[in-house]
C-alpha cells in the first residue's frame, strides 16, 4: 500500500505563481523526501527533509515537515514552464526503501 | 559520475511470454532497488538488494517474477510468463548510504506493454 498521499492530484498554474503540493502519510518516518518525474523519464531526487527538521530550502523550493499531522509541502516559487512535471513525496521509515505516494501532476502554462 | 542505466527502454509482449530488463546501478553503490510504476501512480517497490542479497522481497510477485544480483552489481528483473496488468514502467534504483541518509538515483526505465 503507498503511505504518502499527495494533493492535489493534478494542478495547473501560469508562469510565475507558485505551486504548492501537500503530502500526507500514515507511519513514523526517518525522513521525506520529494522527488520530480518529467513524462517518460526517471525520478530525479529533489530534497529531503528528516524528522527533526520542520522547513527546509533549496533554491525554488521550500519544504515542510509536520510530524504531529504526518503531513509535509512542497512550494515551488515563480514557476517555470520547465518544472511542468509529476511531483511525488516519498517516505523513509526505516527500512530504507521508500514508499512513494500517488503524485501530483504540475502544468506549468506558459 | 555515470548514472543508473536501464534496458530495453521500451517493450512489447504478448501475454504469457517472458521478458527480462537490466540494470547497471552508479558504481559503488550497495543498495539496489527495482520498483513497478503503474500508469498514474506513484512507484511500488518490487524487490531491494544490499551487495548481492535481498533484503526485501515482500512486495515481488514470486510465482511469476524473479531476480538477482550477481556479484553485488549488475540486476535483471525477469517475468515469466507475463500477465496484461504487468504493463507498466519498471524503474531501478541504487543508493549509497552516507551520513544517515540515503538518497536514491533512479535509471530512466523500462516501459512494459503486454499485450
Not at chain 2, 1 to 11: F, I, L, N, W
Not at chain 2, 37 to 47: A, F, S, T, W
Request: positive net charge.
Amino acid at each position: 500500500s503507498q503511505q504518502g498521499e499527495e494533493d492535489p492530484q493534478a494542478l495547473s498554474i501560469q508562469e510565475g505563481e507558485n505551486a504548492t503540493m501537500n503530502c500526507s502519510y500514515k507511519t513514523s518516518i526517518n525522513n521525506l523526501q520529494w522527488y520530480r518525474q518529467n513524462s517518460g523519464r526517471g525520478l530525479v531526487h529533489l530534497i529531503l527533509i528528516r524528522s527533526n527538521e520542520r522547513e527546509k530550502h533549496s533554491g525554488r523550493l521550500r519544504v515542510t515537515l509536520d510530524t504531529s499531522k504526518k503531513s509535509s509541502s512542497l512550494l515551488i516559487t515563480a514557476s517555470r514552464a520547465a518544472d511542468t512535471a509529476s511531483y511525488f513525496c516519498a517516505t523513509d521509515t526505516g527500512r530504507r526503501a521508500l514508499t512513494f505516494g500517488s503524485g501530483t501532476r504540475l502544468q506549468v502554462q506558459p | 559520475e555515470a548514472g543508473v542505466a536501464q534496458s530495453p527502454r521500451y517493450k512489447i509482449i504478448e501475454k504469457r511470454q517472458s521478458v527480462a530488463f537490466w540494470c547497471n546501478p552508479i558504481s559503488g553503490h550497495a543498495t539496489l532497488y527495482w520498483y513497478q510504476q503503474i500508469l498514474g501512480q506513484g512507484p511500488k517497490l518490487l524487490i531491494q538488494f544490499q551487495n548481492n542479497g535481498v533484503v526485501d522481497d515482500s512486495q515481488l510477485p514470486k510465482d511469476r517474477f524473479s531476480a538477482e544480483r550477481l556479484k553485488g552489481v549488475d540486476s535483471t528483473l525477469k517475468i515469466q510468463p507475463a500477465k496484461l496488468e504487468d504493463s507498466a514502467v519498471y524503474l531501478c534504483a541504487s543508493s549509497s548510504f552516507r551520513g544517515g541518509t540515503d538518497t536514491q538515483y533512479f535509471g530512466p526505465g523500462t516501459r512494459l506493454t503486454v499485450l
